[in-house]
């Protein structure tokens, strides 16, 4: 069996209903098998401890991999324990609030392609009322928000491509060589603001990130309980 193209590497901490159609809808909507999957279970206390594995099994077969941490460790140190497991040159961060779209992996893989400076790229996300939830990080004076939020999908200025200084990392391609380089993901944010800061190191060695509209992910955003809670500590 030839090494993966890329890993998609998903933290979870309970919310299985969420986790189980985020995995179901990522097997209908990723053709071929040149993928692995790396699911981090952050301590979880509902149905994912048991059934996790077998679904995974199941969809995904010796290219499914689950990770167990006995307790929660928040966002960053699940993923880079992901990242450290990975077989593959790059790596796809995803959210378990998120459903995948027909043929969203090859446009932002061809992306890489093009520029040697991208430092990452995410897909489109929408709500499901096909609403832009995120299409790239923009900064205020105080506040770093998420441009064109609201607008419909089929709006002409949701279809362009953009440079950004961040993106969310709730749907990230990125190369490993380079994630790991950059140490991955800071693990003193909980929850919060990792990716931001992640893009800001790079952004500082010359690296740029896209959102590619022609990747579209439906995001439904912000279902861990407590996701807001550690904001102050996060500033």
Known sequence: MREPLFSVIIP????WTLTKNCLKSLREH??????????IDNGS?????SVLQPL???LFKDRFTRIRFEENRNFGPACNAGARASAAPFLFFL???TLLTPGWPPPLLESFSRETKLGGAGPLLLYENNTVQHLGVVFGLATAEHVYRGFPAEHPLVKKTRRFQAITAAALMMRKDVFLTYGGFCEDYRNGFEDVDLCLRMKADGFFFTCV????VYHLESQTPGRKTEDNHNA
């Open 12 to 15: 979870v901490h309970d919310q």
């Open 213 to 216: 509209p022609a990747s579209v």
């Open 30 to 39: 990723t053709a071929g098998d040149d993928f692995e999957v790396i699911v």
């Open 95 to 97: 959210n378990n609030d």
């Open 45 to 49: 206390a509902d149905a994912t401890a």
């Open 56 to 58: 995974g099994d199941a």
